[in-house]
């Protein structure tokens, strides 16, 4: 008998240490919207965090304006949970079907998306805050998967990391919302997997949402950065990090504006810009002409000198975001494989050349011998 308790003893702290107890349970108000189509899910996957994007509804009832807004447009885009109102968590819509919020190669997997109502209120944000992390891991635990964000495999996923891994959608939310309140992607990510007890345990940044969504800066360089509209998604970091992968604060999309252009704050060398955004303040940026990027006024419009080969002469430094491979001999695919570069490390070349639809970064690394990086 004593080897029995032992084992079921054994079995239950197992099952403690898998499925963490879920921090301030989240009491939820129950609204369902009528006609909500009641489809059923391909997989059980993802739970998906997101927030409204609405900057025009950020008064004391936004919350009441967005479910009434969205259950006026059940047949456009819906979820099935939305938190604002100082806390306050509210269902319209079943747990368990598909609906209608992250792309359509997102919506058949996940159990329940949940929306967060914006405010112009700190601590009506705190509030919120507390309930949202808490609603995302109690509806993961509901669901039977792992409490944790934007991993790999199964869990809580933000709309930002469905528009990057799964396509089909491209929003970025809840990042840029919450950064405007100092709570930072590292921050969000922790407090899923820890969970809050109270709004008190909240500690953001002192930073208040802009009321002018377009603030006026004064230049320091009177340079502009110019982002091209053919590019999707554009890393910008913190001041005090590296500007490289996994170090971003958060991402541009200059496409959907056909492009963006930024005044230059400072030039760090490099192509490593400091510049000012709506959404994540003064952040840093890597802008090299290689990236796409251009940079118009003070001297720097003049294009740099080109060799009779194609070959353009430029200095600079490029941050790995992927394994890339070095070629030797020729900037082409055909070429053969030296060696490679792994996200994070970074290359100085002295020039680059197109070929092949690609940016080939050239470095002199031996006597005769030129290596090429296609990006």
Same mark, same amino acid.
């Given at each position: 008998?004593?080897?029995?308790?032992?084992?079921?003893?054994?079995?239950?702290?197992?099952?403690?240490?898998?499925?963490?107890?879920?921090?301030?349970?989240?009491?939820?108000?129950?609204?369902?919207?009528?006609?909500?189509?009641?489809?059923?899910?391909?997989?059980?996957?993802?739970?998906?965090?997101?927030?409204?994007?609405?900057?025009?509804?950020?008064?004391?009832?936004?919350?009441?304006?967005?479910?009434?807004?969205?259950?006026?447009?059940?047949?456009?885009?819906?979820?099935?949970?939305?938190?604002?109102?100082? #806390?306050?968590?509210?269902?319209?819509?079943?747990?368990?079907?598909?609906?209608?919020?992250?792309?359509?190669?997102?919506?058949?997997? @996940?159990?329940?998306?949940?929306?967060?109502?914006?405010?112009?209120?700190?601590?009506?944000?705190?509030?919120?805050?507390?309930?949202?992390?808490?609603?995302?891991?109690?509806? @993961?635990?509901?669901?039977?998967?792992?409490?944790?964000?934007?991993?790999?495999?199964?869990?809580?996923?933000?709309?930002?990391?469905?528009?990057?891994?799964?396509? #089909?959608?491209?929003?970025?939310?809840?990042?840029?919302?919450?950064?405007?309140? =100092?709570?930072?992607?590292?921050?969000?990510?922790?407090?899923?997997?820890? =969970?809050?007890?109270?709004?008190?345990?909240?500690?953001?940044?002192?930073?208040?949402?802009?009321?002018?969504?377009?603030?006026?800066?004064?230049?320091?360089? =009177?340079?502009?950065?110019?982002?091209?509209?053919?590019?999707?998604?554009?890393?910008?970091?913190?001041?005090?990090?590296?500007?490289?992968?996994?170090?971003?604060?958060?991402?541009?999309?200059?496409?959907?504006?056909?492009?963006?252009?930024?005044?230059?704050? @400072?030039?760090?060398?490099?192509?490593?810009?400091?510049?000012?955004?709506?959404?994540?303040?003064?952040?840093?940026?890597?802008?090299?002409?290689?990236?796409?990027?251009?940079?118009?006024?003070?001297?720097?419009?003049?294009?740099?000198?080109?060799?009779?080969?194609?070959?353009?002469?430029?200095?600079?430094?490029?941050?790995?975001?992927?394994?890339?491979?070095?070629?030797?001999?020729?900037?082409?695919?055909?070429?053969?494989?030296?060696?490679?570069?792994?996200?994070?490390?970074?290359?100085?070349?002295?020039?680059?050349?197109?070929?092949? #639809?690609?940016?080939?970064?050239?470095?002199?690394?031996?006597?005769?011998?030129?290596?090429?990086?296609?990006?």
């Amino acid at each position: 008998m004593r080897k029995v308790t032992k084992v079921l003893f054994s079995l239950t702290m197992i099952l403690v240490l898998m499925f963490p107890t879920v921090a301030g349970a989240v009491s939820v108000e129950q609204r369902t919207m009528p006609f909500v189509p009641s489809t059923g899910l391909s997989t059980n996957e993802f739970v998906i965090a997101h927030e409204s994007g609405n900057s025009n509804n950020v008064g004391p009832d936004s919350l009441e304006r967005e479910i009434s807004f969205m259950s006026n447009n059940v047949n456009s885009a819906f979820v099935s949970h939305w938190v604002g109102g100082g #806390g306050r968590a509210v269902q319209i819509a079943p747990s368990g079907f598909i609906q209608w919020g992250a792309g359509p190669r997102a919506n058949g997997r @996940a159990y329940a998306q949940v929306e967060l109502a914006r405010t112009n209120n700190a601590e009506t944000f705190k509030k919120d805050y507390v309930t949202y992390v808490n609603l995302l891991r109690q509806l @993961a635990k509901e669901a039977g998967i792992p409490i944790s964000l934007d991993g790999y495999g199964k869990g809580i996923k933000s709309h930002l990391w469905v528009t990057q891994n799964l396509g #089909g959608t491209d929003h970025s939310d809840p990042y840029a919302y919450l950064a405007q309140w =100092g709570i930072s992607k590292a921050q969000f990510i922790a407090d899923v997997a820890n =969970g809050i007890g109270s709004s008190n345990e909240v500690k953001p940044d002192p930073i208040q949402p802009p009321v002018n969504p377009n603030p006026p800066v004064t230049p320091s360089t =009177g340079k502009t950065l110019n982002l091209p509209g053919t590019a999707t998604s554009w890393r910008v970091y913190g001041l005090n990090s590296s500007p490289t992968a996994g170090n971003e604060v958060g991402f541009l999309n200059p496409n959907l504006f056909g492009g963006l252009s930024y005044s230059i704050l @400072a030039d760090r060398g490099n192509g490593v810009y400091e510049i000012s955004t709506r959404d994540f303040g003064r952040v840093q940026i890597y802008g090299a002409i290689s990236t796409g990027a251009t940079v118009t006024g003070g001297t720097t419009t003049t294009p740099p000198p080109t060799n009779t080969n194609g070959r353009i002469n430029q200095t600079g430094t490029f941050f790995m975001d992927r394994t890339i491979n070095v070629r030797h001999g020729s900037p082409s695919t055909s070429a053969p494989i030296k060696a490679q570069y792994f996200a994070g490390e970074n290359l100085t070349y002295d020039s680059y050349i197109k070929s092949e #639809g690609y940016i080939w970064f050239l470095t002199q690394l031996e006597v005769n011998a030129i290596m090429l990086l296609g990006k």
